[in-house]
Nanobody
Framework: VQLQASGGGLVQAGGSLRLSCATS????????MGWFRQAPGKEREFIAT????????YYTDSVKGRFSISRDNAKNTVYLQMNTLKPEDTAVYYC?????????????????WGQGTQVTVSS
């Protein structure tokens, strides 16, 4: 499967962005999906994940209550709604997919990766 992330940009602190990750293929609903981010000089970190149905989600503590992951299986797309953005949210954001179900929080659990989209939050 191929993943294409989009929706990044420059936003002021307190603002919002919605990232999208469009996937190819007809089996999107068979993949657990996740979002990660990587800031300069840091390792890629887990942000959010959801199951194939989208009914179960999980977030890292730093984004709970601010970010929301969702999916539209009819559109083969997963979203990351980011509200109340902070300068420390600045990073390249990546979507990832893994065939199967369950929540996945580690980079090594994902088989497929998108190319990343830059999010910059100014103070």
């Amino acid at each position: 499967v191929q993943l294409q992330a989009s929706g990044g940009g420059l936003v002021q602190a307190g603002g919002s962005l919605r990232l999208s990750c469009a996937t190819s293929g007809r089996t999107f609903s068979s993949y657990a999906m996740g979002w990660f981010r990587q800031a300069p000089g840091k390792e890629r970190e887990f942000i959010a994940t959801l199951t194939r149905s989208g009914r179960t989600t999980y977030y890292t503590d730093s984004v709970k209550g601010r970010f929301s992951i969702s999916r539209d299986n009819a559109k083969n797309t997963v979203y990351l709604q980011m509200n109340t953005l902070k300068p420390e949210d600045t990073a390249v954001y990546y979507c990832a997919a893994d065939q199967g179900n369950g929540l996945r929080t580690s980079t090594h659990e994902y088989e497929y990766w998108g190319q990343g989209t830059q999010v910059t939050v100014s103070s």
